[in-house]
Structures are given as structure tokens and as C-alpha cells.
């Protein structure tokens, strides 16, 4: 039996999971409009596993998203999850953010997943997958245009998931497209990712582990 807490914190939602061998057993979440991770990651943290009747030392490992996302974001979940793993000597594993956010939808086979996050003005963090959620293009930081995902888009049905969603919608009209808006990457379907790593022991360096940002911080 394995125990594993995951960490979500990419985008404006602070998601809290644990889950038993793959499966979930308890969720806490604040899909807010503000970043409230700084406040709550801890807080959930501390009662997901009260409620549970566990301890820190229960855990077999910690999952956390490791982006593409809020630079802030993913240095608190990052920092948080190294904290747990140095403290209690646990292996530390890494979710890719939009794999996980792909797995909010159930696509039939022949269609494709594009998830993608806002990344200020017309730019998103994108990423491509078939129906069974393998990476058929690398993960992009892209300016979206009229054309963006035409190969794609011209093979059959995709569907569109994440907060970048809705700038495309906007001057996307081909009849393959499906938008699903204001959805946000949970801790929720990083469950059965974690698990999957954790049995073939693909976990990462806790001391040298770092986000995957894609792009260099601009403040303001």
C-alpha cells in the first residue's frame, strides 16, 4: 500500500489530494480568483491528513505539479513538497501540470487533448495528446492565432481544456473544436500519475529539483 500526498498549485487553484494506491481518498481545494496558496497549502495540508487519522510520517511520497504554471505558484507547492520529502526521508515525484489537466477529459479514440494555461495576453502553455494522454507535441509557450492547432484541428475532433481556453475560443471557428473553459489542473487527477511513477520508482532529486517554468520570470 502506498500513501501519497499531492500538491497542485500552478494556477489560482491550491489543490490538496491523498490517495491510496492510486485512488483518491480525501480533496481539498480553493479555486479562488486570487492566489491563496501562501494561506492555505499548509492549512490543508495539516487537516486533509487529521481527517484522514494520519501523520506526516504515514506518507510514502509526495507528488507535486511541476508545471508549466505561476511562477509563485509553483515555487510554494515546490518548496512545500521539498520541505516534506527532506524532512521525512520520502521520495519526492514530479506531475507534469497539463498531463494532469488533460485528464479531465474522456476523449474518444481519434481525438485529441490540447491543455492549455494563460500565459498573459494572447500567449498560452499548451500541450498535445492522444486519446490515451501519450505527448504527441512538446509542451509550447505560443502565441495564439486564427491558424494555432490547424494540423490538429483538420485530423478530427479536439478538445480544448484549461483558463487559455477562452482567448481561443474567441477567434477559433472550426467545427472539430471543443472548449472546455475555466477549468484548472487539480491534485485530484495527479493521483494515479504519482502512482504510476512511484511504482516504477521514477521520482526526482529532492535537493536539485527545480519547476518547470518554460519561460523566464517577468515581474509585473
Given at each position: ?27 481539498k ?10 494561506e ?6 495539516d ?26 505558484g ?33 476523449p ?31 509542451t ?71 519547476p ?9
Amino acid at each position: 500500500m502506498a500513501i501519497i500526498l499531492c500538491l497542485e498549485t500552478a494556477t489560482t487553484n491550491c489543490s490538496v489530494a491523498l490517495c491510496e494506491d492510486g485512488k483518491v481518498i480525501a480533496l481539498k481545494e480553493d479555486n479562488s480568483k486570487g492566489y491563496s496558496h501562501a494561506e492555505k497549502l499548509h492549512v490543508f495540508i495539516d487537516e486533509i491528513l487529521k481527517e484522514n487519522q494520519l501523520k506526516i510520517d504515514n506518507l510514502d511520497a509526495v507528488a507535486v505539479s511541476k508545471g508549466p504554471g505561476s511562477y509563485t505558484g509553483l515555487r510554494i507547492g515546490v518548496s512545500t513538497a521539498k520541505g516534506l520529502c527532506f524532512a521525512q526521508d520520502i521520495p519526492l515525484i514530479s506531475v507534469p501540470t497539463l498531463t494532469s489537466l488533460a485528464k479531465k477529459v474522456t476523449p474518444q479514440e481519434t481525438e485529441q487533448v490540447i491543455a492549455m494555461l494563460d500565459a498573459r495576453r494572447m500567449e498560452v502553455y499548451s500541450a498535445v495528446f492522444d486519446s490515451a494522454f501519450n505527448q504527441v507535441r512538446a509542451t509550447e509557450a505560443q502565441i495564439l492565432s486564427e491558424e494555432s492547432f490547424g494540423e490538429e484541428l483538420s485530423k478530427g475532433k479536439v478538445h480544448f481544456i484549461g483558463n487559455g481556453v477562452a482567448k481561443f475560443s474567441e477567434i477559433c471557428d472550426h467545427p472539430n473544436a471543443q472548449f472546455i473553459e475555466d477549468e484548472l489542473p487539480s491534485a485530484k487527477e495527479m493521483c494515479a500519475i504519482a502512482y504510476d511513477k512511484y511504482k516504477i520508482s521514477d521520482m526526482e532529486d529532492v535537493a536539485y529539483f527545480e519547476p518547470y517554468y518554460l519561460k523566464d520570470f517577468v515581474a509585473g
